[in-house]
């Protein structure tokens, strides 16, 4: 039995229901005129919904700020938290590299924003993520890469048609964490249905991109960084590794032998230390939950970050809902990782490297980069793995491992493969490496965007 003279009805009707959309849907009614509390700026901003499913009333909510100076040369570029079931909105956006931070009573401008580069769009998906909705609750219960991804392809055409200025800008995809396997998946999924999108490359900051070897490194970066002793790294290269664990822990099924070596991590990490940051002090007023998902095993280790906090109660504010355009459907509040959302989280074992390959064969450039205080998915594993693709596809070295530098200070380290695959630390960076290095990681981007080398020491 063939399904495809229905699908071909679907398809029409698709197209049809799209033509529609388009046709009443101006990016002029999504103008914020202003946020509340926000510094004057001369920047345009825009939010508002994006309906990926007529159907099913399934629409997902975007915050989009125009770049500050010539937004019409700047690239167009995409940023999509982890988690799964973060927001971009309330981390990207209002914690790592938006325009605005938020304080006890209002915003303050963020000198570091990647909207001095390029227009920045940030994008809440899958639906039930922040913002973003299904009017069908039954499909928070089913939501996997595939489902999410094909959503951000539905959400990026739709957006083009209402911001049709941008379609022939340099678009990039950026993102992290679990965005190394929305960026790559939806990169993949545009090169491989030949969308028309200008779509020059990607960028991933401390991203799941291979459960094994992501996990495995987890362990070696709290022995290596003091947080664990000999003794806890022995039971975890002899009884039971950290993916296993984590493998384990995920399904319910734990043996004895992983339950005993995970108890053992707990008692010795202990509850009081930013696993996102090893180095950094924790925000004791609050917890928080970004990227809940990939933190600790059983424990439910949550990150501490203020900021996040006051990001949380500014988009409760109904003024500042009102003036994004937002609203709550089924939801009491608006939360940075979502309650709603039932993941599958069979899919963290799907590796995202081999996609990466296919990427930059594909001509696109590829960066994967890592705030190096991070123990949830430490610079370790992702250096290893970008090595290992490079030799495997036969990318070779084109820029030797070296320092690079933020004015006089190095910055981190960095190797290019083939010039356009690279890798990069962040020195002194946590898994939301612009969030603590804000300096630092704008000029990574800049340097990304513009398809430079990052810069040597500069004795100017
Ligand atoms: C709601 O969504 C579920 C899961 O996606 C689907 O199976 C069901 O048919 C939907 N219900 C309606 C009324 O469309």
Redesign the pocket.
């Known amino acids: 039995m063939s399904p495809r003279p229905f699908s071909m009805v679907a398809t029409i009707l698709f197209v049809v229901a799209q033509i529609f959309v388009t046709a009443i849907s101006v990016s002029e009614d999504d103008k914020i005129s202003s946020l509340p509390g926000q510094p004057p700026v001369k920047f345009q901003q825009y939010a508002g919904y994006i309906t990926v499913d007529d ?2 009333q399934r629409a997902l909510f975007y915050y989009f700020a125009e770049a500050e100076v010539d937004p019409a040369s700047k690239p167009l570029v995409l940023w999509l938290n982890g988690g799964p079931g973060c927001s971009s909105l309330g981390a990207g956006a209002f914690v790592e590299h938006g325009p605005f931070k938020p304080t006890e009573n209002g915003l303050v401008k963020n000198d570091y924003s990647w909207n001095k580069e390029a227009n920045m769009l940030y994008l809440e998906s899958p639906a039930g993520v922040g913002f973003s909705y299904s009017a ?1 609750k ?2 928070y ?2 939501i996997d890469d595939e489902i999410t991804v094909k959503d951000s392809l539905v959400f990026l055409q739709r957006w083009f048609n209402k911001f049709p200025q941008y379609k022939n800008n340099d678009f990039f995809i950026t993102g992290e964490s679990y965005g190394g396997h929305y960026v790559p998946q939806l990169a993949q999924l545009i090169v491989q249905t030949k969308t028309p999108f200008n779509l020059k490359g990607i960028a991933i900051g401390n991203p799941l991109l291979e459960f094994n070897t992501d996990f495995n490194s987890r362990g070696e970066y709290f022995w290596s960084h003091g947080l664990i002793s000999d003794l806890a790294y022995e039971s975890l290269t002899t009884t039971c590794n950290y993916s296993q664990i984590r493998r384990e822990a995920q399904s319910g099924s734990l043996t004895p032998a992983c339950a005993g070596v995970g108890k053992l991590l707990s008692s010795e990490i202990g509850k009081f230390v930013d696993t996102y940051d090893v180095t950094a002090d924790v925000c004791l007023s609050t917890i928080d939950q970004q990227s809940l998902v990939l933190s600790q095993l059983q424990e439910t280790q949550k990150i501490d970050v203020c900021e996040e906090d006051k990001t949380h109660n500014y988009l409760n504010r109904k003024d500042v809902q009102q003036a994004l355009h937002a609203k709550l459907v089924g939801l009491s509040t608006w939360s940075v990782c979502s309650d709603v959302v039932k993941y599958d989280m069979q899919n963290l074992e799907i590796p995202t490297i081999p996609i990466l390959g296919k990427l930059v064969e594909s001509g696109l450039r590829v960066l994967v980069y890592s705030g190096d205080q991070d123990s949830v998915i430490p610079l370790i594993g992702s250096r290893a793995l970008v090595n290992a693709l490079a030799k495997e596809i036969r990318f070779k070295t084109t820029m030797p491992y070296r320092a690079w530098f933020e004015g006089k200070q190095v910055a981190g380290w960095t190797q290019v493969y083939g010039d356009i695959l690279s890798y990069a630390t962040i020195r002194g960076a946590a898994h939301e490496a612009p969030f603590s290095q804000p300096e630092r990681s704008l000029v990574l981007f800049k340097a990304f965007v513009e398809g430079k080398p990052l810069p040597e020491f500069s004795s100017s």
């Open positions: 159907k099913q069908n039954s499909f219960r089913f």
